[in-house]
Structure formats: C-alpha cells, structure tokens
C-alpha cells in the first residue's frame, strides 16, 4: 500500500511539474511548445497549450486519488522534440550536455552535473580515458593477486593490501612514479597539441591499433565498449579497496553462490559491452583520414617542422618537445650525435670495467681512484680542446654554423671509411649511428642506476644473495628525501613531537625548562641540521 501511494504521488508530483514548466524553445512558427511533445500548429497554440497543461494537472490529481500509476504514453517521452531539445537517455530527467555531441557515448547523454559545459569536453575525455584504463588494469590486478598468482621471490609473497607499503619499502614504487611521469610527459604534449589544432588527434588516441577493428561501427563499438568497462571498473576498484579493507579478506570478499541462487537478472543487459544504437552518420568518422600530418614515431603528435634534411628525420619524424621550433636544428642535432658518440664509449667502458681492472670492478667506484681521476681530468682537458678548435672558435647556437654548409656531426674524423659508398649506404651507416647513440643515452643510464642498486659491477646482473634493492642506497634509512616523503620529518604539529623550544603556551610564555635564550633546535632527518 505505501508503495502504491508513493508511486500515485511521484506520478502526481510528475504531472504537477509537466503543466508547469515553463515553455520550451521557440518552434520554427514562433510559438512556444512544451517541453518534450509534439509542435503545435496554428493560431490557437497557446490555448491548446493551456488546455494540455490542465488536463495533465486533472490526471496527476486523479491518479493521486486512485493510487493508480499509469505508464506514460512513448509520444510523451519521447528524447527529441520537433524543437530540436533532447532529454538524456542515462538521466531522463535532465537535459543532454550540447557538449557531448560528436563524442563516443553521446547517446548515453550522461554528464548529469554539466561538467562538459563548464570545462573543455576534450580534456575531460582524456582524464576519464586515462583513469579508466588505469582502473581496469588495477582491478585485474588485484584479482589476480588475490587468487594467489606471485612473482617468484620472497619479496614478493606479500598480501593485496600489503603490496603499497611493501613496494615503498622496496624502492620500487618511486621508480614506477619516475616512469608513468616520463609517459605522461608525452600525453601532455599529445592532448597540448591537439587542443591548440596542430593535429586532428582524438583524446586518449595515442596511436595504439592493436585488435582494433577496420570498419568504422566496429571502431566505434570498441570505444565504446572501453568507455563503459572503464567508467564500471572505476566504481569497482573503489568497491574492492573498500571491501578489503573492512573485511580483511580477499576478492570475491563474501561466499560465492551456488548455481542454484544465481538469478538471471542480468541477462540481456546492456550496461556494459552490449552494442549500442549505431552512430548517426553526421558524427560518424573516427577513424576518417586525418587533415593534418602527425609523427610516424609518435602518432599522437603533430609531424616536427624545420628537421627536413637531417638523416632520420623521414624514417621517424622524431621531435616530440618541437626542439626545431625553437632552436637552430643543426646545433641541436651536432649536440645529440656528440652525446650519443659519447655514450657509446661510456657503455663499452663502463661494461668492461670489471674486466679490464678487475681491482675495482665497479666503474662507479673508478672515478674516485687516483688513476681515475687522472683520465677524468684527461677526457676534460681533451674534449675541450675539441670543443673550442673544431669551429674556428664558434661555440655557441647563434654562430656555429654560420656561413657554413658543414652538415651537424661532420668533424672531418672517420669519414674515409664511407669512400667507395654509395649515397644510400652512406645514408643508412648515419642513420645507424644516430639510432645507437639514442639508444646508448639510455642504456648507459640504466648501468648507472643498476650498479647504484646493487652496489657492485654490471655483471652479474643480479649478483649472488642479492635481496631487492631495499637499504642499498647509502642514506635510505637516515636521508632527508626519504623522511620527507615518508612524512616523518620535523614537527608533526602534534605537542608530543614539537620542536626543542617551542611551547604552546603563546608568546614569550616559557617554562623554567626553556628559558627565551635557549636555542631552538630541529633535526631535518640527521643530514640536515638547524
């Protein structure tokens, strides 16, 4: 009985609030019309109008009376009106956003707090993508683990919920921050690039076309598909931390049910994966040919300018910080071939230290020997006698190549085994030293990171009792960037743990214990003293 008079009163209160709204947008003969029906024609609209209103009105109060909940006929629901307003399919009693138009999942029409009007759709796009996605890695995650899967070691034995803390404590959650920056760094430029119009790229395209369909529906279907699963996968994660933490147990949390009390209530459901209406063919096109060129290497990003001619630049379009935009490409190009040649060098040496002087065999600990010193002090002497005759004493961006057709990297050295190439393979040798030195940057950053971790030399990789790299680095426990992020440096504002001095008294209120001239002191982790 309750139910059926509160459904007699929401129906009521729906027919009370029908007859008075306030009329919609002006019909294409100038008269006013109802929100959500049918166009009136004629002189006689706003009379036909009231009419509507009150017979609405009369039905809601019979229907109060009655207890009686009629379903609304479809004419009167209907999401488009002949004035053009729409009313959101997710939320049907709110208007759709303008906003989503021409974006995959329009016809949900959910932005029920009008976010998109407010903020610029494409960012919003972007984030939601991105938090999706990382959502449903994370879910997948964590199941996984709860059902007991592990990375062999004992390091790695630790519960779900354990996995945080433990990774902090095993320095590899500030690795995992140091690379997911490096990857956002490149959506960064992806979504500046696109929002400025330098490339028709589509937020949270980054180029990927794995399984991706080749028709069009299908393009559209998919994004749709990883629209929905990451939207749920965002509630699901929040409802598994949450489950984990109050029960203490691990996914599914609560008994599963046997076959007898599954129930079919979601079958035939169309709230995640299911095809959806197909897209009308004015915002059809995702994956229409592109207006403006973008980067092979990086297709998310718009094709560099002013590198035609240098080798490479056609094989890779490689400049995602637009360096050539901003300074002369041929200075930039001679310093990341003398870099690159550099670390070269340093790979070979620094994997063949162990070997060559088996005495200190790890080439971080050659610097501070006498004779290290002496071939560090050497390579600087050397390189800059390199540095300042190679240019007739030109060094910086503004003159180095001034008047000179010198190609970038040409210092006259090396060049007599090119004679008897052709121009291709001549070509395709440059190229080949411009891939390896970019690749060497990287690697000869990596052996000096390893070597840190490990505290030994490059090989073996991992050397033998070797536990993780928790406590290898030599101010882990006691430095000042690690109390720091760990929040247990200086004065937690709490009165137990308040600076030597300082009282809570108030001003020049001080204790026989702490006389005013007493000097304030406070540790800053022990490295760092006040």
């Not at 229409?288 to 490479?312: H, I, Y």
């Not at 501070?368 to 300042?388: K, R, W």
Request: include cysteine; aromatic fraction near 8%; glycine fraction near 12%.
């Amino acid at each position: 009985m309750a139910v059926a008079m509160g459904a007699a009163v929401l129906c009521a209160s729906a027919g009370l609030l029908q007859a008075f709204v306030p009329m919609g947008l002006p019909s294409a003969s100038g008269a006013p019309a109802l929100r959500g029906s049918a166009s009136f024609q004629g002189q006689n609209q706003s009379s036909s109008a009231t009419t509507a209103m009150a017979v609405v009105s009369t039905l809601g109060v019979a229907a109060l009376a009655a207890g009686l909940v009629r379903r609304r006929p479809n004419a009167v629901i209907a999401r488009q009106a002949e004035t053009g307003f729409k009313m959101s399919k997710s939320v049907p009693f709110l208007p759709v956003s303008p906003a989503l138009e021409g974006y995959v999942g329009e016809e949900e029409g959910f932005d029920p707090m009008g976010v998109s009007l407010a903020i610029d759709i494409r960012w919003l796009r972007e984030a939601e993508l991105k938090h999706a996605r990382v959502a449903m890695l994370a879910t997948l995650g964590w199941i996984t683990t709860d059902l007991g899967v592990r990375v062999p070691g004992p390091m790695f034995q630790v519960s779900t919920l354990q996995a945080h803390d433990a990774m902090v404590d095993f320095s590899s959650m500030s690795q995992m921050l140091i690379w997911m920056g490096y990857a956002e760094l490149f959506g960064f430029l992806a979504i500046i690039n696109m929002m400025e119009g330098k490339t028709d790229r589509k937020p949270g395209d980054f180029g990927l076309r794995g399984l991706y369909p080749a028709d069009e529906k299908g393009q559209y279907e998919m994004q749709l598909k990883e629209l929905r699963n990451g939207r749920l996968a965002m509630l699901a994660y929040s409802g598994i931390v949450t489950s984990a933490v109050l029960t203490g147990g691990t996914w599914p949390f609560f008994a599963v049910p046997s076959d007898q009390t599954k129930t079919q209530a979601t079958k035939g459901s169309a709230f995640c994966g299911a095809s959806a209406p197909q897209r009308r063919t004015a915002v059809a096109g995702v994956a229409a040919r592109r207006a403006l060129e973008a980067s092979k290497s990086l297709p998310f990003l718009p094709k560099p300018k002013n590198l035609d001619g240098l080798v490479g630049f056609k094989e890779q379009e490689f400049d995602p910080l637009a360096f050539g935009e901003l300074i002369d490409p041929k200075w930039a190009r001679e310093a990341e071939l003398k870099h690159g040649r550099v670390a070269m060098l340093a790979c070979i040496g620094f994997a063949s230290q162990q070997y060559i002087t088996p005495d200190v065999p790890n080439a971080l600990d050659a610097v501070y020997t006498p004779l290290g010193i002496q071939g560090l002090g050497a390579l600087i002497v050397a390189g800059g006698y390199i540095e300042s005759s190679a240019y007739g004493g030109k060094l910086t961006m503004l003159d180095k190549f001034e008047n000179s057709d010198r190609a970038p990297g040409d210092l006259n050295f090396g060049s007599g085994f090119l004679s008897g190439q052709s121009e291709e393979q001549i070509y395709d040798t440059k190229l080949k030293e411009l891939n390896n030195g970019r690749l060497a940057m990287m690697a000869f950053g990596g052996m000096i990171h390893h070597n840190l971790v490990v505290q030994g030399p490059m090989f073996p990789i991992f050397p033998a009792g070797w536990e993780g790299p928790q406590g290898t680095w030599s101010l882990e426990d006691q430095g000042f960037i690690t109390e720091l992020a760990r929040g247990t440096i200086g004065w937690n504002g709490t009165f137990e743990n308040a600076p030597k001095g300082f009282f809570p008294q108030g001003p020049n209120q001080w204790t026989p214990e702490s006389p005013p001239d007493m000097v304030v002191e406070l540790s800053l982790g022990g490295a760092i003293g006040l």
